[in-house]
């Protein structure tokens, strides 16, 4: 039945990007396959997959590090592109372990990028993001900004952008679609797939549900004296499903139009820190307690995209307000407390392990 559907890689596809991803692509008619380690991501999410799309889902276990195991992959299923999400995204984390991150983020896209050439298959979308920008100095910030990262992970960014701009410069069949993501937020509307962060959530939107759902006392506001309107941050947070709907027309505009780009992926709003706490006590009728703390190291002022070129070039823009983010995290963190772990929550999906060659027994919980 999914023959004839046009299948697409998505290394990372069981995590967070990746999962509402799927769907999408589902949705639109496409065949995902999945190549995740698990390493940062749980097998449940396999079966709530399942119960969206209302079909089997195609997954490999697998380390995107092994190039000869995303080759047999991408032949096996006869993929026409690849979507990359697979890598390490904790900026904090990158400061301290520079070579993991390296490794995995730059490693990993070459890596993928042999085994596509290996398979004949040329058209690769990159999760990028804003962090490339550093502190911009205008907003919104638009495509040509200059790129200035300031943490290892940002570099990571940058050197996988460049990657591709030299691959593509060698061999023009190559397309590369390079979306550059503000801040992703938000849920599937069912409540069923989400944002699953292990320990304490580094970013906003999970530590705020954290605090609505009871697991931490309260949030710690990062300063209150930058130059914006109430004295918090500004980012521009996007619904995680407009983002999902984005990587759809990015496969499209590849395979229909042959035509590479890189682009920001992001609302065009800037709210701030004070303005998603108010849109949340809207939504989830729960008081969110916090108390100001010092600037967090690294952090800027205010950025938000210019999201011209995403309509012209893809057909796309976000559809979906701060109030729908904060509604659909809420709801997600409501129906699992302790996200995909939650009890109950014990897999049933067949995981395909490609070092075995076989499909593995069905799971029966904790990580693989
Ligand atoms: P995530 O951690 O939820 O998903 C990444 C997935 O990749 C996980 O399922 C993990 O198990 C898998 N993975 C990690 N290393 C792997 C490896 N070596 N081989 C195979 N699978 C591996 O992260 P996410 O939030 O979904 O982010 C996806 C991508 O988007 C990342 O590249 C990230 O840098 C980028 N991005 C994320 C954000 C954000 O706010 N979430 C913002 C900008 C860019
Ligand atoms: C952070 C990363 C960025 C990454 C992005 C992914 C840093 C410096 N930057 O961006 O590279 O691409 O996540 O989405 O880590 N805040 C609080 N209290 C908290 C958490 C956050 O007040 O407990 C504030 C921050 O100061 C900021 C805003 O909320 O003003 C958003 O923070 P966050 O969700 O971490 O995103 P970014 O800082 O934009």
Redesign the pocket.
């Known amino acids: 039945m999914t023959l004839n559907k046009p299948h697409v890689l998505l290394t990372g596809g069981a995590g967070y990007i990746g999962s509402h991803t799927y769907v999408a692509l589902v949705e639109a008619g496409y065949q995902p396959v999945i190549l995740d380690d698990f390493s940062n991501s749980h097998p449940v999410v396999l079966d709530r997959l399942q119960h969206l799309t209302g079909q089997r889902v195609v997954c490999e276990r697998g380390d995107v590090l092994h190039t000869g195991l995303v080759t047999e992959v991408l032949q096996r299923h006869g993929c026409v592109a690849a979507i990359h999400f697979a890598g390490l995204?904790?900026?904090?984390e990158s400061v301290e372990q520079p070579l993991r991150y390296y490794r995995t983020n730059v490693g990993g896209l070459v890596s993928l990028l042999q085994a596509m050439e290996t398979a004949d298959c040329r058209s690769v979308v990159f999760s990028s993001?804003?962090?490339v920008y550093g502190d911009p100095a205008h907003i919104p910030v638009t495509e040509q900004s200059p790129c200035m990262p300031?943490?290892p992970?940002?570099h990571t960014k940058l050197v996988c952008e460049n990657i591709l701009a030299s691959l593509k410069g060698a061999d023009p069949s190559w397309r590369v679609g390079v979306l550059r993501?503000?801040?992703?937020?938000g849920a599937h509307p069912s409540g069923l797939i989400g944002e699953d962060p292990s320990g304490a959530?580094?970013?906003?939107?999970p530590?705020v549900t954290q605090v609505a759902v009871g697991k931490r006392a309260k949030?710690?506001?990062?300063?209150n004296d930058?130059a914006t309107p109430d004295g918090?941050?500004?980012?521009d947070y996007l619904h995680v499903s407009d983002l999902a709907e984005g990587h759809v027309a990015a496969v499209r505009a590849l395979l229909a139009r042959e035509q590479s780009f890189t682009v920001n992926l992001g609302t065009g709003e800037g709210t701030?820190?004070l303005g998603?706490l108010d849109a949340f006590e809207r939504a989830s009728g729960q008081p969110i307690p916090f108390e100001f703390?010092p600037?967090?190291?690294?952090?800027?002022a205010k950025?938000f995209a210019d999201v011209s070129m995403a309509e012209d070039l893809l057909g796309w823009r976000a559809t979906r307000s701060i109030d729908d983010m904060c509604r659909d995290s809420w709801r997600w963190q409501q129906n699992n407390p302790d996200g995909y772990r939650t009890a109950g929550n014990a897999p049933t999906s067949p995981v395909h392990s490609l070092r075995a060659g076989v499909a593995s027994p069905a799971l029966t919980g904790g990580v693989v």
Not at 89 to 92: E, M, N, Q
Not at 181 to 185: A, D, E, K, R
């Open positions: 995204k904790a900026v904090g993001s804003a962090t300031e943490s992970y940002a993501y503000f801040n992703p937020v959530p580094n970013n906003l939107m530590y949030l710690r506001v990062f300063g930058y918090t941050g500004v980012r701030s820190v998603v703390a600037r967090r190291a690294g952090d800027v950025y």
